[in-house]
């Protein structure tokens, strides 16, 4: 093991429980949709912001090379509406997942969990805390009498030829501990598209209850970099959670599969009952499954 990934793998981050610590909700928990990839979640104390992505309709996101693409959609709430965040979940670099309004919006003190390069390219505009991560490396975050545990996962941004001129890209899991308890795990897919190494985060997460699905059949130059409607499925499939909530898949014009298609696939894999659609300015709500606590 290098010295860098000893130093992650034993950092962890404890969060100030401003009241919320003892008297945290643990029963229910919450998911807004902003809007592409970018969602609150709330539960068990803890407010986690995902890709933040806060440009508006006819607004263009760079996707590296001399790309743009055009913000077909606005989001459901501006960088400023955002309520007190605890830490930000970012998948990878990419205009459309973290542009110019959040680096320009967030507190540069805000914590940022996301890949090493991405790390470093957000030292370099000025965000003081990034925690980055390799693939399988963990960060614990406590809050009050809760411990969170975020894990990143296998994503590949296309095929392994296409990757290699895109960022690099994670998954995550997101382990929620009270005691000894796992009450609830939940799973970003990040922009990826299906291949072997996700068939690892099955085995071992054989229990998974929210997946959060970063679809829409992007493609780059012709070619697809993130899962459409027949991979969207085929994660369903192989992940098995108890519920999947599709995200990002037509905010953007890379985004070429549709939610019509999607639904449709859906159905003719018979997959309606683990699926729940969540609008823009919408919120998911769950509970924690009963004998958990």
Known sequence: MDRLSAVIRTRALDLLSDGNGADADLEDGSIFFVGNATVIVRYAGFTILTDPSFLHEGDHAHVGYGLRTERQTDPAIDIDELPPIDFVLLSHMHGDHFGRVAEEG?????????????????????????????????????????????TSTPARHGSRLVS??????????????????????????????????????????????????????????????????RQGTEAIELFD??????????????????????QEAIREAGLDDRVEYVDRGDTARFEVPSGRL
């Open 106 to 150: 967030l507190d540069t003190d805000l914590p940022i969990v996301t890949t090493p390069h991405a790390a470093a390219e957000l030292s370099e505009k000025g965000f003081r805390e990034t925690y980055p991560l390799e693939t399988w490396e963990t960060l614990t975050v406590r809050k009050g009498d809760v411990r969170l545990d975020v």
């Open 241 to 262: 959670p108890t519920t999947a909530i599709p995200i990002h898949y037509d905010d953007y014009g890379v985004l070429r599969s549709s939610l019509e298609e999607l």
């Open 164 to 229: 290699k001129a895109m960022p690099p890209v994670m998954g995550s899991m997101l382990e929620f501990h009270v005691g000894e308890t796992t009450a609830l795990r939940l799973y970003v897919t990040g922009d990826t598209v299906m291949y072997d190494s996700l068939a690892e985060i099955a085995e071992r997460y054989p229990d998974i209850d929210i997946a959060l699905l970063h679809l829409g059949g992007a493609k780059v130059l012709g070619l697809q970099v993130t899962m459409d409607e």
